[in-house]
């Protein structure tokens, strides 16, 4: 029986144990989705708080 796993993959529950390296990259995506939308609010704000000068050192 497949059911959904982390990141969009597949774990098939009950067909074998998860290998160690399932089991990490599951603990690093998990990760990964928990942090994404700390940083994005950090860079927008960095980036907004800097616009002008982004600006500038794009010309």
């Known amino acids: 029986m497949a059911c959904s796993a982390p990141g969009g993959r597949k774990a098939f529950a009950g067909s074998r144990p998860p290998f160690p390296e399932d089991i990490a990259l599951d603990a690093v995506l998990h990760r990964l989705a928990r942090e994404s939308s700390p940083v ?14 982004l600006r500038r050192l794009g010309e």
Do not use: F, M, N
Not at 40 to 53: F, K, Q
């Open 40 to 53: 994005r609010v950090t860079a927008e704000s960095l980036a907004g708080a800097h616009a002008e000068l």
